[in-house]
């Protein structure tokens, strides 16, 4: 089984920065696919930045430009820099990560950090 952790959300003002990490634990082969996500009140859950072991990375149009996702692949950890930030940014985020570990294939989730835009 493979727990992920989130930390670094928090209150910043509109135009503030945030930094978020996500650490693995478990029983982990590789992970091909690590990302992050965010659901805002009343919202579907949608794609924020993932990136592949490969380094291949992709975003949603809202955040390109402003957000920048990283993995340190020997730590099995994935960061997401948030710059420029605007109250629409306001959600819970969720990073997920998609490999294969001792028991087969998994796709993990954390358990959330709250990042709210506000002045």
């Known amino acids: 089984q493979v727990q992920l952790v989130e930390s670094g959300g928090g209150l910043v003002q509109p135009g503030g920065s945030l930094r978020l990490s996500c650490t693995t634990s478990?029983?982990?082969?590789?992970?091909?696919?690590m990302g992050w996500y965010r659901q805002a009140p009343g919202k579907e859950r949608e794609l924020v930045a993932a990136?592949?072991?490969?380094?291949?990375?992709n975003y949603a149009d809202s955040v390109k430009g402003r957000f920048t996702i990283s993995r340190d692949n020997a730590k099995n950890t994935v960061y997401l820099q948030m710059n420029s930030l605007k109250p629409e940014d306001t959600a819970v985020y969720y990073c997920?990560?998609?490999?294969?570990?001792?028991?087969?294939?998994?796709?993990?989730w954390g358990q959330g950090t709250q990042v709210t835009v506000s002045s």
């Open positions: 997920n990560a998609v490999g294969h570990g001792t028991t087969g294939v998994f796709d993990s």
């Open positions: 478990g029983s982990i082969f590789i992970i091909n696919r």
């Open positions: 990136q592949t072991s490969g380094s291949t990375t």
